[in-house]
């Protein structure tokens, strides 16, 4: 019940291309969604995040869609552009705790 | 410029011996993690710290060990117990609980086993 499931595993789009990369849950306490991008060799950055409360959210080329009553939430990236090609990693939380549970990440390639 | 500093970048073991991985931070950060990544796992909480002088285990901690003396270092010891250590090691902080308080994560340690 503490698991997030990420798919697909990696992805590979052509430049313009809009990947999306999905996440799903169980455990229904969960109330902070993050998405973080890491490149390689370095930590991974928070990208954007969502609550449940709303079904998407927009930061610029980034979008999460939340679908509560399916415990899934995705992202999407728009126009992705070769500097977009790194790992992204799903996460979920409980407000007021400590414990972020992450997924098993998605290797994506933007082909120039 | 604040951040978090993780040192050594690469670290080397040797069978039986233990190793310790330096985590710095000069946000001012309450809480201090640590996350081991493994190629295809995605990142797995070995121990984190609400406060100075007190830590929680994760998800694995056999074979780990921390501290907290100060609220900006959190060293993460390598003991010989673990078997299995060659991993990407990533440290991070929190000003606080999960309430819209991200992660920052540091640049992380690649452990690898002689």
């Known amino acids: 019940q503490q698991q997030v499931k990420q798919s697909p595993q990696s992805l590979i789009v052509q430049k313009g291309g809009i990947p999306i990369i999905n996440c799903a849950y169980e455990?229904?306490?969960?109330?902070?969604f993050p998405w973080y991008q890491q490149f390689p060799g370095k930590g991974p950055a928070l990208l954007i995040a969502i609550r449940p409360d709303v079904s998407e959210k927009k930061e610029g080329r980034f979008t999460i869609s939340f679908n509560k009553s399916a415990k899934q939430f995705s992202l999407h990236i728009m126009d992705s552009q070769p500097g977009d090609s790194a790992t992204y990693f799903c996460?979920?939380?409980?407000?007021?705790?400590?414990?972020?549970?992450f997924g098993t990440g998605t290797r994506l390639k933007v082909l120039a | 410029d604040g951040g978090i500093t993780q040192s050594p970048k690469y670290l080397f073991r040797k069978e039986g011996q233990n190793v310790t991985l330096s985590c710095e931070q000069n946000?001012?950060?309450?809480?201090m993690y640590w996350y081991r990544q493994d190629p295809g796992q995605g990142l797995r909480l070995i121990y984190y710290s609400q406060i100075v002088n007190d830590f929680q285990k994760g998800d694995i901690a056999e074979g780990y060990s921390v501290s907290r003396e100060k609220k900006e270092s959190f060293p993460l010891t390598v003991t010989s117990a673990q078997k299995n250590p060659t991993a990407f090691y990533l440290c991070?902080?929190?000003?606080?609980?999960?309430?819209?308080?991200?992660?920052?994560f540091g640049s992380g340690t690649q452990l690898s086993v002689l």
């Open positions: 996460a979920a939380a409980t407000s007021g705790t400590y414990k972020y549970i």
């Open positions: 946000l001012n950060h309450d809480a």
């Open positions: 455990n229904t306490a969960f109330d902070y």
């Open positions: 991070a902080s929190s000003l606080g609980t999960v309430l819209d308080e991200k992660l920052f």
